[in-house]
Nanobody, 117 residues
Framework: QVQLVESGGGKVQAGESLRLSCVAS????????LGWYRQAPGKQRELVAL???????RYADSLNGRFTISRDINKNTVYLQMNRLKPEDTAVYYC???????????WGQGTQVIVAS
């Protein structure tokens, strides 16, 4: 089992920044992927960004370089730096984890981000 605990959500004005954090604990293999998804009201959950243990990243095309994902391997922590936030970024942001070669994955409880116009 793997546990994920997110923090850093909140309410900001459009154009401001936020940084989300997620700490993973439990049965973590040396090769794994951490990431962030989000779900806006009335919409499906969508990928935001992923980062592998060796640092490879993948981003949603719609972000246009505003978000940056990073991780601290030693702390099993993933970060999402969100800049130039827009009202359409308002969503619950979920941390996600998968061990390499495993069919199972894990989700955090979610952290709310609200961007006011």
């Amino acid at each position: 089992q793997v546990q994920l605990v997110e923090s850093g959500g909140g309410k900001v004005q459009a154009g401001e920044s936020l940084r989300l954090s997620c700490v993973a604990s439990g049965r973590i293999y040396s090769q794994n992927t951490l990431g962030w998804y989000r779900q806006a009201p009335g919409k499906q959950r969508e990928l935001v960004a992923l980062i592998s243990n060796w640092g490879g990243t993948r981003y949603a095309d719609s972000l246009n370089g505003r978000f940056t994902i990073s991780r601290d391997i030693n702390k099993n922590t993933v970060y999402l730096q969100m800049n130039r936030l827009k009202p359409e970024d308002t969503a619950v942001y979920y941390c996600w984890f998968q061990n390499y070669g495993s069919s199972g994955d894990y989700w955090g409880q979610g952290t709310q981000v609200i961007v006011a116009s």
